[in-house]
């Protein structure tokens, strides 16, 4: 498939988020083997339809509200690298898997200038980087460790005013202002889409984010590379849409009994 069509999807890609809620709890190493290669085949498919090559695109498995005892079977799975949403719950988890030596760890989840620490402390990697305060805090911290981070700067790319992430028309501006924190390795952008069963609108957020990417690497000459979009019920039109970084938990593994509404709030609840 031509450069020109890279983009253009064949067929209407359904979202699974009809399963959300539904997805089996994995209880075992074999359980977690059989979930990753049923995800890592629906990434190879998807990008396979839009002519891409599934190598280009990275599965970040979410262990938010995953236990110890499920962490080391998934590292035993094979993950060497997960997320989490609270800095908080992350440094538990890393303390208490500290053997582990060669794991890493990405924070997705709305960082507060509190909990800094916590991220310069434990992760290799934060995709919601949506304040300059924050950005101010986490590198003066790094600054005195002698280290950088990798972060990718969250853009509302569904308009939903319930939703964190920087508005499309701010992040030139912001990305601008992001020079003067050199410990700070700018990689890309990150957005949730709508949740929602209409592919359409989930689909328009994806393609929002790429055009804006696309748009500042000319504009501002950011070296962005990275686009971290999709989750489990909708990472696959995510990809035919350009994600070089898909957030994969309950397709992994299985549904989480905590109501969405403690990491994602809903449209009619306010931010927190």
Not at 72 to 91: I, S, T, V
Not at 103 to 115: A, F, R
Not at 250 to 270: E, L, N, V
Request: net charge positive; hydrophobic share 40%; with cysteine.
């Amino acid at each position: 498939m031509n450069k020109e069509n890279r983009y253009q999807p064949t067929s209407m890609t359904p979202t699974q988020h009809h399963r959300h809620g539904l997805w089996p709890r994995a209880e075992t190493v074999e359980d977690l083997q059989r979930n990753l290669a049923a995800v890592r085949e629906r990434i190879a498919a998807a990008a396979r339809r839009v002519g891409r090559d599934p190598n280009e695109v990275r599965l970040l498995p979410v262990s938010k509200e995953v236990d110890e005892a499920r962490i080391r079977m998934a590292y035993e799975a094979g993950c060497r690298f997960l997320a989490e949403n609270r800095p908080q719950e992350l440094a538990r988890k890393y303390e208490a898997l500290r053997d582990l030596t060669d794991l890493k760890w990405s924070v997705i989840g709305h960082l507060q200038t509190n909990k800094a620490k916590l991220v310069v402390r434990y992760a290799a990697e934060f995709q919601a980087l949506d304040s300059l305060r924050v950005a101010e805090v986490l590198d003066r911290r790094l600054q005195a460790e002698g280290r950088a981070l990798d972060v990718y700067v969250q853009v509302n790319t569904s308009g939903e005013p319930s939703k964190y992430g920087l508005h499309p028309e701010e992040v030139a501006t912001f990305l601008r202002k992001m020079r003067a924190f050199s410990s700070l390795r700018l990689r890309g952008l990150m957005t949730l889409a709508v949740f929602s069963t209409d592919s359409e609108r989930v689909r328009q957020c994806f393609i929002l984010l790429r055009t804006l990417r696309d748009t500042l690497r000319q504009e501002v000459d950011a070296g962005l590379t990275e686009l971290s979009m999709g989750m489990s019920g909708d990472f696959e039109i995510a990809i035919e849409e350009g994600a070089t970084v898909v957030r994969v938990g309950q397709a992994i593994f299985g549904s989480r009994k905590t109501p969405d509404a403690r990491y994602w709030p809903s449209s009619d609840q306010p931010r927190r």
